[in-house]
């Protein structure tokens, strides 16, 4: 374990946290007005650490197999559980949306990892980045709507249409990028294909 691992661990760790509160806010005795706020400190320090565990990992010289494995993993469980959280009320996001998020993570994960497996890995590629930024946006507008929500600036119909509207964008886009990964990487994808049908 490195200290990048432990930056991916906070991640890992925020995401049921993120849930609960949201979920069970009342239960909790955090008020409406409150909310936003506890979610967004949680969302800031999940986005912090995914920012500084790859520098920390490089400066640190602490690049590690499990780090390479863990990383996007983490990615992957935080960002769906924050939007798989926004499929309740208020917000109340659809959710196939959240569906197609883990549809695209599950089928990239997945090759990422047999192909690690099988002796060669598949590079980031810039598009995944932009994802994750785009996501993170997608999260940090929820959210201010939610605040505006909260003390009624904006209906619960505003709020649930906007939201709907970028988690679509950003959906569209992780779906794009999933698709410009593969076909980066179609010569991976093939030898692993070829490799599977030698096994037969």
């Known amino acids: 374990m490195s200290i990048a691992n432990y930056l991916t661990f906070i991640r890992i760790f925020i995401s049921p946290v993120f849930m609960f509160i949201y979920l069970e ?43 390479k494995i863990l990383d996007p993993m983490a990615d992957s469980i935080y960002r769906i559980s924050v939007f798989l959280t926004f499929t309740r009320p208020p917000v109340s996001l659809p959710l196939l949306l959240v569906f197609l998020f883990l549809y695209r993570d599950s089928v990239i994960s997945t090759l990422r990892t047999i192909c ?30 939610l605040f505006l929500f909260a003390f009624g600036f904006v209906s619960q119909s505003v709020l649930t249409t906007s939201s709907i509207v970028v988690t679509a964008v950003a959906v569209a886009y992780s779906l794009y990028s999933g698709v410009e990964y593969l076909f980066a990487n179609r010569e991976y994808v093939m030898r692993l294909l070829i490799f599977s049908d030698d096994q037969k």
């Open 25 to 67: 806010h009342e239960l909790l005795g955090i008020s409406m007005q409150v909310l936003p706020f506890i979610l967004l400190f949680f969302l800031a320090v999940s986005e912090l650490s995914d920012a500084f565990d790859g520098y920390v990992a490089r400066k640190l010289h602490q690049v590690t197999d499990l780090g």
């Open 116 to 145: 690690a497996l099988r002796g060669f890995a598949l590079a980031a590629r810039i598009s995944g980045k932009i994802k994750a930024i785009i996501q993170a946006v997608a999260a940090f507008f929820i959210l201010l709507m």
